[in-house]
């Protein structure tokens, strides 16, 4: 079991329906249980087109069973459920958006997946909403 920390934003169509949908879908997860979840805090997006909406921000606090590599593709299912689509323009809009921050005391350097979170000490967007969760 492993406490972990997870950014979710969303900056396209009904933001917070996106939000509550995926926490839903979080929650649904198989040895997964959301522990704490910050308030909502709304953004300017970060790089990618200048012509993008704001994001809604929120941080979790997670415990799980599943391994890291398992929970990161339980988490891309969920944001291709969603609307994400598999390949996209980096840093660009997108209906739900689902990282892991830290996953526990590891750390990961791999391709698909680098814990902890290589930018997460340098986004606002992620460190506010962190701090009520940790």
């Not at 169509?13 to 979840?37: C, D, H, P, V, Y």
């Not at 704001?54 to 979790?60: C, E, I, Q, R, S």
């Not at 750390?107 to 680098?114: D, H, P, R, W």
Request: with cysteine; charged share 25%.
């Amino acid at each position: 079991m492993a406490i972990c920390y997870l950014g979710i934003g969303s900056n396209l169509g009904n933001r917070q329906n996106n939000i509550k949908t995926a926490l839903k879908k979080i929650k649904g997860l198989e040895k997964t249980k959301i522990i704490k979840s910050s308030k909502l805090i709304e953004t300017p997006p970060v790089g990618g087109p200048s012509s993008q909406k704001k994001f809604l921000n929120a941080v979790l606090k997670v415990k799980t069973h599943l391994a890291p590599l398992s929970f990161l593709r339980a988490l891309k299912s969920i944001e291709y459920e969603l609307g994400r689509p598999k390949r996209y323009l980096r840093n660009s809009a997108r209906t739900i958006d689902l990282d892991i921050l830290f996953y526990g005391n590891k750390k990961i350097n791999q391709k698909e997946l680098k814990i902890p979170h290589p930018k997460v000490f340098s986004r606002d967007f992620v460190m506010r909403p962190l701090l009520e969760v940790l």
